[in-house]
């Protein structure tokens, strides 16, 4: 199976098994498009971390010469969800603060000592500008004039 040849057979478990696997089905459409999306679910939750994981890890796979993209299935409602955090994201992304999402859609964020899970965009970015007004004012009331490396990015004008 390419799986097992894809990830490594020292990720997946010695009883690695795939419950089902099927081609999604699609509209009749000209002859030339794009190759129809795989839905394949595994038997055991270890591995499909491991798979993910390692996805994550190798972004470039390939499979008898074809480009290969690995996701997990979430329903149309919960993807639309995680979507609404693509702007705070990206402001994230730029303060080069870690974040990661937590299912179904909580945006999880190891920042300056701490572990704060957000529901909403909105309190995301009013986070933000919390953490942004006390880095400044931090700043501003250091006597030796230091910046502390967790403001760095906030003062840059990272938002």
Known sequence: MWLKQTFGTEILCKLFAVERAHRVLTRPGPLVRPPRPVLIKI?????R????RKAREKPDLEI?????????????EVQKKRA????????????????SMTYPAKLRIVAFGT???????????RWLDIMK???????????????????????KGGL
Do not use: W
């Not at 008898?64 to 149309?76: L, Q, T």
């Not at 007004?133 to 990015?153: A, M, R, S």
């Open 43 to 47: 038997l055991h939750y270890k591995d």
């Open 133 to 155: 007004k006390e880095c400044v004012q931090q700043f501003q009331t250091d006597l030796k004039g230091t910046v502390h490396y967790k403001c760095i990015n906030f003062l």
């Open 115 to 125: 572990t704060t899970f957000l529901d909403l965009p909105k309190d995301a970015l």
């Open 64 to 76: 008898n010469g074809a480009k290969v993209s690995v996701f997990p299935d979430y329903s149309v």
């Open 49 to 52: 971390c491991a798979i993910l």
């Open 84 to 99: 609404s955090f693509m702007d705070v994201k990206k402001r994230l992304r730029q303060l080069q603060i870690p974040y």
